[in-house]
């Protein structure tokens, strides 16, 4: 497994002041994004280290609320090794976390808000955030970016270039976004992807599961292969970047 020094040289931020938005996703090596319906069993040791490294460089990490209920995410929190890394930075002890919702289908109940380091922000649609913000207020900030009726997938009703705008006017200008599939996808569509991490595991799933992008228009987008890291345990480790 590669020292934890190592990933963070891998995977450096040249310039923070910049915005960039980085994927991170996992994926079989026959291209299935689940096992048993969630990435997590996916991963391994390194995986995960990567995971927390990616995480302790952001200001925000964003996940769609489709991937938030697959996953059972719960409060994210960087290790403390990652908080010293960070407080070195003058950045905050835990990234922020963003929920993308466009129809707000989330209870403000879930431990992703209840067990938050951070208070967590929603990223929601101009109907959606004027109909309920009462609701989430007490748990989280609610960040309208889109006016299309509620109850539009998120492709349809969210502008995400709003929605890093808002972002960068807090000085969060480091996204990662862990996805699910159909947000990678709209971020591609709108020509907002700068970096992906992939990691590639050694297994072959088969069955129905997806690809780590939906929904996404053909075309062909083309990144340049930054790096590459191995572990003993088989999994690859890619770092593009968009040219």
Excluded: K
């Amino acid at each position: 497994m590669p020292a934890r020094s190592e990933l963070y040289a891998a995977y450096a931020l040249p310039d923070r002041d910049r915005p960039r938005v980085r994927m991170n996703f996992i994926s079989s090596a026959d291209g299935a994004v689940t096992l048993g319906a969630r990435s997590g069993a996916l991963g391994g040791a390194t995986d995960r280290a990567l995971m927390q490294v990616l995480r302790a460089m952001a200001d925000v990490v964003v996940v769609g609320a489709g991937t938030v209920r697959a996953e059972g995410y719960a409060g994210i929190q960087v290790e403390d090794s990652d908080v010293r890394w960070r407080r070195a930075r003058g950045l905050a002890d835990q990234p922020a976390l963003a929920i993308v919702s466009g129809s707000l289908h989330l209870d403000p109940g879930d431990p992703v808000f209840t067990d938050a380091a951070r208070r967590p922000v929603v990223v929601t649609t101009d109907a959606e955030a004027a109909a309920r913000r009462e609701e989430f207020e007490p748990v989280a900030e609610v960040v309208a970016c889109g006016a299309v009726p509620s109850g539009a997938g998120v492709a349809a009703s969210l502008d995400l270039a709003l929605m890093l705008d808002a972002f960068a006017r807090r000085g969060w200008t480091q996204v990662l976004c862990e996805g699910g599939p159909h947000l990678f996808g709209t971020l591609l569509d709108a020509g907002l992807v700068d970096e992906v991490c992939l990691t590639l595991a050694p297994r072959f799933v088969g069955g129905q599961a997806g690809r780590i992008v939906q929904g996404a228009r053909e075309h062909d987008r083309r990144f340049t292969l930054d790096g590459v890291l191995t572990d003993d345990d088989g999994f690859a480790f890619f770092h593009y970047v968009v040219r």
